[in-house]
């Protein structure tokens, strides 16, 4: 058994890490750190049975772990890190703290796995960029579509975690749909820098992203709209989709872009993506993606890079998840 430490426990990807790590097979939680809730059971907030409390940030430094999974805001993350680190302690960041840094390695697990194996910091992707990039990396791949890309893209009120802010609530946002960020959200230069990983430096994609809060709890839905630089029917794109995505046990290709749905993905660790395509060389071509923010953006994904650094089956710990319905 592996020992790993969550911090930023009580927060909403912190929680469902501490349930995830809590029934994991291969490994042991050996302590939920959050300031706001120590010495509080953490049963109470993640119906566990672990009989254990949360304990305050400084008391979980001092307790060994070989992994710590971070879920806090960037500044406590880039705080946090060279701290345990130093103490020969492996690090998965949650936060954005590290996606822009060369020496963590980035953890979208559908795409580089292989790099998370042997890696001390891992540096967990955005919830909007895993269903982005895992929707537009076998046609930036192929060099199938014009580097413009223009993506819409909406999210659950969790997404922006714990917050006191009003207008975040559910009570607020009922009916309500608007756009945030619009032109300048962080996750851009995240996307555009892994798809440009797979893309010849004249192909490398210009994303242009708007994103939308939704009245949800959780849960992404993305459409990515871009022009075919050659022929392609759907169905030949759905095919190239399924080959490339064959051996992926976290993505699904729906019977069309209609078929992409929330409901079918939140509780899950399972990204659906569904393309259409009007075949012709300078048509469009449609890319509908969706995904749990709180799960496959977040959790769950470090859950798949944990096993990838401990050298355990990508879903070890993640079988038991099941859609809402």
Avoid at 221 to 229: D, V
């Amino acid at each position: 058994m592996h020992n790993v430490a969550v911090f930023g426990a009580a927060g909403y990807a912190g929680l469902e890490l501490v349930k995830l790590v809590a029934v994991h097979p291969g490994v042991r939680l050996v302590c939920a750190a959050s300031d706001a809730r120590a010495g509080k059971p953490i049963d109470e907030m993640t119906g566990t049975r672990t009989n254990a409390m949360f304990v305050t940030t400084q008391a979980a430094l001092s307790i060994k772990a070989e992994v710590a999974l971070l879920a806090t805001p960037p500044e406590a993350a880039a705080e946090l890190t060279p701290k345990l680190l130093a103490t020969g302690c492996r690090v998965i960041d949650l936060s954005n703290a590290h996606r822009a840094d060369p020496r963590a390695v980035y953890g979208l697990a559908s795409l580089f796995a292989a790099d998370v194996a042997g890696a001390v910091l891992v540096a967990n992707p955005g919830c909007y960029a895993t269903a982005v990039i895992t929707a537009l990396a076998p046609v930036v791949k192929h060099e199938l579509v014009e580097r413009e890309i223009a993506v819409a893209a909406g999210s659950g009120v969790t997404g922006a975690g714990r917050t006191a802010d009003e207008a975040m609530s559910l009570g607020e946002m009922y009916g309500e749909v608007r756009a945030y960020k619009v032109l300048r959200h962080q996750h851009v230069p995240e996307i555009e820098a892994a798809l440009a990983r797979m893309a010849p430096a004249a192909a490398r994609p210009r994303i242009a992203l708007t994103t939308h809060l939704l009245p949800l709890a959780r849960g992404i839905f993305m459409t990515a709209t871009a022009r075919l630089r050659t022929a392609i029917s759907t169905e030949a794109l759905a095919e190239r989709y399924r080959a490339e995505y064959a051996h992926d046990p976290s993505v699904t290709i729906a019977a069309s872009a209609e078929h992409v749905s929330l409901r079918r993905v939140v509780g899950t660790n399972s990204c659906a993506v569904g393309v259409a395509s009007e075949g012709i060389a300078g048509g469009f071509l449609v890319i509908t993606a969706a995904l749990d923010n709180l799960l496959k953006g977040a959790a769950g994904q470090a859950i798949e890079n944990l096993n990838a650094m401990l050298g355990l089956e990508r879903t070890t710990g993640l079988g038991h998840l099941a859609r809402h319905v």
